[in-house]
């Protein structure tokens, strides 16, 4: 059965771009070994993350992020049975993406385009990218 979790949490510090790639390359080669999708926004030590897989291996994976030290005030937003993948291509969505990448990404993320665009009744039909798009406009940074 797919499963998901959506959680927010905070880094020990501001991560530099070497932090966010080392941590990335290390969850995007886990994650695809495991069968695990999801996307990670980070802004100024602020972290939310959509987990979607198979269930055990969805709900591990969460637990190992709750004990890791490098995170505080995890907090889960998000924990159910899902019908499909919200992001589906993405063995964890955050790095530099191809052109192909950062246009599915636009297309399920259209407020990442036009920040004031209301929300759409997509986003009512998927818990998951509403959570995600309330993240992304309350931690907005230029």
């Known amino acids: 059965m797919e499963y998901c979790i959506v959680y927010l949490s905070s880094s020990q510090g501001i991560l530099s771009t070497n932090d966010l790639t080392r941590i990335l390359d290390h969850s995007q080669r886990n994650n695809r070994a495991l069968g695990i999708t999801g996307i990670l926004l980070y802004f100024n030590g602020c972290i939310i993350q ?42 964890m969505g955050y790095k530099t993406l191809s052109a192909r990448e950062l246009d599915h990404l636009k297309h399920e993320l259209s407020f990442i385009d036009d920040f004031f665009l209301p929300p759409s009744k997509t986003k009512e039909s998927n818990p998951i990218l509403a959570l995600v798009e309330v993240f992304y406009k309350t931690n907005y940074r230029n």
């Not at 004990?67 to 291509?89: C, M, N």
């Open 50 to 91: 959509v987990l979607e897989g198979p269930e055990e291996r969805v709900k591990a994976l969460y637990e190992v992020i709750r004990q890791d030290p490098q995170h505080t005030q995890v907090i889960k937003l998000y924990g159910d049975s899902i019908e499909q993948r919200s992001f589906s291509d993405w063995s």
